[in-house]
């Protein structure tokens, strides 16, 4: 059973009151709790070793990847992450040292995005290091730009590079914080997500939020990672740079659509706002449900039905 | 190095903004996130498959102890909980029936106080379960009852029974709420905490957190619960009812000073509003530092300087 499975099967079991905006489902939950002009994002996050970190990871970029792994969620709401509480699983004997080291990894990250520390609580984990980061976030009244609103048409654009993000990329990545918000600002995008599952798998989970649509994505206008083109050259388990580019996941980039008489300015406006970060337009929203990929040469090919789970398979 | 001492390291390198109200070292965290006449409370807290629960622990329990705890911090402020998230680490090949099970009873309990739970999340924990709640929740503005206003001459008081607390309650305890929020609304304490490491240690808290005040308790004072009389009584690992009243924890009853002029009207006001609930006066804050029990056989006995760790070595 995939974690997509598992929510739908859960969420007629969670109550709801007056101030859930949306609940489970999207990158944040969306709450109203009575502050004038602005609705309250909250999510949590959290990291096993072994899993999304290994034992030889540097403690300072495992705490800055935990927070920045919230931070990126509240972006793709196009919001601002405002306070932060940190729970920490301890292994007997865990060296106090690595405990601050991990703190100051986080805190270095929150104090650039003028997100508070309120605290958190330690317990022991036995055999392996868990950290889980609750955050809040702030966004203007009916701002919050969801997974839910693609629409027929719709141009898919991405920023950034994809594919190879365990070179590094993964645990030194900048939440697209400014950009999400400027985004939501000037553009109002139909819906948005930050690529943690892989291009494919979290188009795919906008696709499915928004009713069942489609996607057609056009193979030479993906933003390779050189990451990803160094691995496919290289290695006993490299696997093509496209394949790399839509399934890797943990790139943390902003996938969102918007309407394709926009895209053309859109693309011309964050030039001159973000010369430095790549954006691409990557293809166009369809009827026909599940993402194909067109190839100029051998034409078009489904990538993904149900997400990263089906096409790793 | 206790958590006391990790969290006292920690303090410093939490990075802050105008949001925070109260920070590290209370109850929950105290936000003022902008809405009219309200503080925001915020915090979180992990259980651990084999440190807070079995793995013969019923997963509906399981779920329920875990609000339950966060609930009854926010009753330790006075406030009200609105909305939970819920944090998830599974084993490979948890059963999904499980998972709904330890779910329901979560949304049971948070029906009952009118606590949505707005999404969360799952990951991969390899040798055993840990679950992590994130809640919010609600207070008048300068409303929260902290653990820092302790005061000389104070009278100590503790809602229901202590110790023997692993015999059941728990599993299956009521978070104080209703309490918690009459006594803030009615008696202003002007400490409260609630008790998870044992009376003795979690006053320990408050009286550190009040500039470093002490307390004397009065030993036939102590709501000793049967449980506790029970295990004194029979077992190997048998330790005497009133060191359970002190040290056990998890009894999640609520600890409160109020000025001792206040003390009878309160205890007679309560019998009417919760004539369920055992309320006893247990004592007095007084300047000589540390937790001392006053016998009226033996005298006056230090129980603890730092808390429950000292105590129980």
Excluded at 78 to 89: H, I
Excluded at 213 to 226: C, Q
Excluded at 302 to 312: Q, T
Aim: hydrophobic residues 45%; aromatic residues 6%.
């Amino acid at each position: 059973m995939t974690e997509f499975q598992l929510i739908e099967r859960l969420k007629p079991l969670l109550p709801a009151n007056a101030c859930v905006v949306v609940g489970a489902g999207d990158d944040c939950a969306v709450l109203d709790t009575g502050t004038p002009g602005a609705h309250t994002l909250f999510k949590t996050d959290a990291m096993v070793e072994g899993i999304h970190f290994t034992p030889e990871t540097p403690p300072e970029k495992i705490g800055r990847k935990a927070l920045a792994r919230c931070l990126s969620d509240v972006a793709a709401m196009g919001g601002s992450p405002t306070v932060a509480l940190v729970t920490l699983g301890l292994p007997p004997g865990f060296d106090p040292e690595r405990v601050s080291a991990l703190y100051r990894g986080m805190a270095d990250l929150a104090s650039r995005h003028s997100v508070a520390i309120a605290g958190g609580e330690t317990t022991t984990s036995p055999e392996r290091l868990f950290l889980s980061i609750a955050l809040l976030g702030s966004v203007p009244a009916g701002g919050a730009v969801l997974r839910s609103g693609a629409r027929l048409g719709d141009a898919i654009l991405v920023t950034g590079e994809l594919g190879g993000s365990l070179d590094g990329w993964h645990l030194d990545f900048e939440p697209r914080l400014d950009e999400g918000r400027w985004l939501a600002r000037e553009f109002s995008p139909h819906a948005m997500i930050d690529v943690s599952d892989g291009l494919a798998g979290d188009l795919g989970h906008v696709l499915r939020a928004s009713g069942g649509l489609g996607a057609e994505l056009f193979k030479p206008a993906l933003p390779v990672s050189r990451a990803a083109k160094v691995r496919a050259r290289t290695g006993d388990l490299a696997k093509p740079a496209v394949a790399a580019a839509l399934t890797d996941g943990e790139d943390f980039e902003l996938l969102f659509t918007v309407a394709s008489a926009d895209a053309v300015r859109l693309l011309d406006a964050w030039k001159r706002r973000f010369p430095g970060v790549r954006l691409s337009c990557v293809g166009r929203v369809q009827e026909r449900p599940g993402v194909w990929l067109r190839d100029p040469r051998s034409g078009l090919q489904p990538v993904a039905a149900g997400g990263y789970e089906h096409f790793a398979s």
